[in-house]
């Protein structure tokens, strides 16, 4: 659970006989992460592909192109076999596909061309002149666009290289026809228009009537779109006929480039070959097993090691290796004679990488594992953070929120993500937001809260209990002030537990190097948190201190568990001070603090510049008790616009659900005040608009419960809590194999 999966590295020896047969068996086992040979030994080389390689990737860019074309999903095959003819099927499709995927390329061309056609000719239609009327002139010049006719008209007028003109205006377009003097330049009208804002459009060659012309032009529109229609018709066909073929064909040749491409990690020789790689330990006799089953004792096969943890080295062997591996030197007898390849020393020589993670945690946390993952893969030699994930965030972000109606959406929209998707992340995020939800609602029945109304709590813990401590109240009132206090100091004492998980996780690694080095490295921050916050929960100096950290648990304050010394001895009580250099008085959490300091220093004077984020860290979690009072008090205001309230007498608040205003003052007289009247009470008109407000009010904040509740409660786990132990950087594990989905073997 806190370590990945035992992994074993592995090296299998043979001939180049048999090689193509242990790399399809060590394929259909999906087990064997292989390791890639950096070519570091003396007369052996990286592999070539097999014979086929490159004919089945030109295959596979084929497929995949055909699929691409197509628009092919996974859910659009079923699975079966290719067939004995599939290459033939294959060059069939391609040539069909290509053929309709470049006319329907054309006819997307031709369309657009026609598509700017009309709207050059748009402009012409407005004037209603023919076309054939606005070109073909040796004497005059016509120019169509766009622009105010009075700045056209008087530009022209003040143009000495016009000797007349006359403008025809047909909505925005203006056609001008011109004679130019003899003098003037190639383009006269377009030098006398450059001052001014006008838009040219170019003459359409054409004979018609511009209504003619458009006529023609969206005839010839519509059956490029009919022809279109036709094609993409055929293409769905095509899709539907042959796209399950394309599917298993596709993973089929995936399965066989891979094969083919595996001896590339292999170190080989002429006549022999050694491949390596990690499986799960307790995988390693069923990989035995068929691999004896395959080839028999044509190929040597040894457990080179049994990775063990160590935190800051590499992983640790648990066997000692006595077999070697091949040398190239060694002279060959037979392709089934297996060669040694040995250091100096005669110890084994193998590809040097760290073993891949498997991270082996229990159902309900897997989901987990994607949070944990977005920050980087475990590494094989330290402790998995996902089980601790799995057990503080729900909680973090149920405390935030605390609301049963919000915590069933968040369950009902998790569920759905669960189960509607086939992206491993999006069904992941679906269980985080089911464990989320789950605690929501826990925390809103200790809150009573139901959509931020109070109905729960007065039935469940009033009515049915009769619970005088319960339900907790959020502490937006003022009568309730207390509350807001004391969940901040509830959001400080979730902090402390949660570093000192962290902190004490670290000192577990650093064990590994001895009990000096875990007590110096990690124990020092251990006391130095531990001390700081005793002493401030503690009695001393408690002038300078803020009541309530004494008053929050007290017999009479918000949460009333029974420490009634809070005001005289704080939250902590210890013996008398303890004298100390110059004359301070230094009690005995100050002095754990201090001695966790002089440690710290000892064991990393660098590190002693952060001796204050023993308090720093702590205080972020107060954005717990903040992110809570936030939603609760928007909730509270969506609640208060629709339904109303009033105060009491006491002070207490009570919205107007099933009283009208008007009821306030028949049972208080002016004793209690309404405080606004509410939507639901204010006629047809408000009561309709006060429904919109409801609703759309408490989507904003089961919305902004995700990005305000989700993103902090996640930045608490990466940035306060993972720091303090966890680094990350591990491989994914990636066996070689294919699980087949569409083909069959």
Avoid: C
């Amino acid at each position: 659970m806190l370590r990945p999966e035992k992994m074993s590295k592995i090296s299998v020896t043979g001939s180049k006989g048999v090689m193509p047969t242990v790399i399809e068996t060590v394929h259909g086992l999906n087990l064997v992460h292989l390791s890639d040979y950096d070519g570091s030994w003396e007369g052996f080389d990286n592999g070539n592909p097999i014979e086929g390689a490159d004919d089945a990737s030109e295959k596979l860019v084929t497929v995949r192109s055909l699929e691409s074309t197509l628009e092919l999903s996974a859910d659009d095959a079923e699975p079966g076999t290719i067939g004995d003819d599939w290459e033939d099927q294959i060059e069939g499709i391609r040539t069909r596909v290509n053929e309709l995927d470049d006319r329907r390329s054309e006819i997307r061309d031709d369309l657009r061309t026609v598509d700017e056609k009309i709207d050059r000719v748009a402009p012409f239609a407005e004037l209603g002149i023919d076309l054939d009327l606005l070109s073909g002139y040796d004497t005059v010049d016509v120019v169509v666009g766009e622009g105010k006719r009075d700045e056209i008209e008087a530009a022209i007028d003040a143009a000495d290289e016009i000797d007349a003109f006359e403008l025809f205006t047909g909505g925005d377009v203006v056609a001008i026809v011109a004679a130019p003097t003899d003098d003037a330049g190639e383009d006269p009208l377009g030098d006398v228009l450059v001052g001014i804002e006008f838009t040219r459009h170019p003459v359409p060659e054409t004979d018609q009537t511009p209504s003619a012309y458009v006529d023609d032009l969206e005839e010839q529109k519509r059956e490029l779109e009919y022809e279109l229609e036709d094609i993409d018709a055929e293409l769905e066909e095509i899709k539907q006929r042959e796209g399950s073929f394309l599917l298993r064909a596709e993973e089929e040749l995936s399965i066989e480039v891979q094969r083919a491409e595996a001896p590339l990690q292999f170190a080989t020789t002429d006549r022999a070959f050694i491949a390596e790689g990690w499986i799960p330990s307790d995988e390693y006799e069923r990989f035995v097993a068929a691999l004896d089953d395959a080839v028999g004792d044509s190929v040597e096969i040894e457990e080179l090691e049994r990775a063990s943890y160590d935190r800051h080295g590499a992983h640790s062997h648990t066997e000692d290796v006595q077999k070697g591996a091949p040398a190239a030197d060694e002279p060959a007898e037979s392709d089934d004679q297996q060669q040694k390849a040995v250091t100096d020393g005669g110890s084994a020589v193998t590809m040097s990488d760290e073993p891949p993670v498997i991270q082996n945690n229990p159902g309900p946390a897997k989901p987990f594992e994607t949070l944990v993952q977005a920050v980087n893969q475990p590494k094989y030699t330290e402790l998995d953070p996902t089980i601790f994930l799995f057990l503080t965030f729900p909680a973090f972000f149920g405390f935030m929120i605390g609301d049963v109606g919000y915590g069933i959406v968040y369950v009902a929209i998790g569920a759905y993500m669960a189960t509607q998707f086939d992206s491993k992340g999006i069904s992941s995020l679906g269980g985080v937001a089911i464990w989320a939800g789950l605690f929501t609602i826990l925390f809103g029945i200790i809150y009573g809260e139901i959509f931020g109304l109070h109905v729960l709590g007065e039935v469940l813990w009033h009515d049915i209990f009769s619970s005088e401590l319960l339900p907790l109240n959020k502490g937006l009132e003022p009568a309730a002030a207390d509350f807001a206090l004391g969940w901040m100091v509830i959001s400080v004492l979730a902090g402390i537990v949660h570093l000192n998980i962290g902190y004490i996780l670290d000192f577990y690694e650093n064990m590994s190097h001895g009990v000096k080095d875990a007590l110096f490295h990690s124990g020092s921050w251990i006391l130095m948190l531990n001390g700081i916050w005793i002493w401030i929960f503690s009695a001393q100096a408690a002038g300078s201190k803020p009541d309530f950290l004494f008053t929050t648990f007290a017999s009479d304050g918000p949460f009333p568990i029974g420490f009634t010394g809070f005001p005289e001895w704080g939250l902590f009580a210890f013996p008398e001070a303890i004298p100390a250099l110059g004359g301070f008085l230094v009690t005995a959490p100050l002095l754990i603090f201090l001695i966790g300091l002089v440690m710290l220093i000892v064991s990393d004077p660098v590190e002693a510049v952060e001796a204050l984020d023993v308090v720093v860290n702590v205080f972020s979690y107060t954005r717990m008790g903040a992110v809570l009072l936030a939603k609760a008090g928007m909730a509270f205001v969506v609640n208060l616009l629709f339904f109303g309230a009033y105060e009491d007498p006491d002070g207490a608040f009570h919205f107007l659900r099933t009283h009208e205003p008007s009821y306030v003052a028949e049972h208080y007289g002016g004793e209690a005040t309404v405080i606004f009247d509410g939507l639901m009470h204010s006629g047809t008109a408000g009561l309709l608009g006060g429904l919109v407000i409801l609703v759309l009010g408490h989507i904003v904040v089961l919305v902004l419960g995700v990005t305000s509740a989700g993103l902090q409660g996640v930045r608490l786990e990466y940035v306060e809590f993972f720091n303090k132990f966890y680094e990350g950087g591990g491989e994914n594990y990636e066996p070689f194999g294919t699980d087949r989905n569409h083909s069959e073997d």
